[in-house]
């Protein structure tokens, strides 16, 4: 990402991104240690890219049935 698109990107909080998926928090921590979903550290926390949301969520998009 460049600096022109970290500007315009939306960062969300950990417990945001939880609200979205529906999971725990922890879930988010997890998914952010084992590098399957991006994010910066800012201070002690991290936010994630909405952008990094949506595309870990498509990718792991199935159809049921």
Known sequence: MSGAQFSKARFLTVQEVAD?????SMT?????????LPAVRVG????VSDAD??????SRYTQAG
């Open 20 to 24: 979205l998926m529906r999971v725990s």
């Open 44 to 47: 002690r926390s991290f936010r």
């Open 53 to 58: 949301v949506d595309a870990y969520l498509a």
């Open 28 to 36: 988010v921590y997890r998914l952010i240690k084992a590098g399957d």
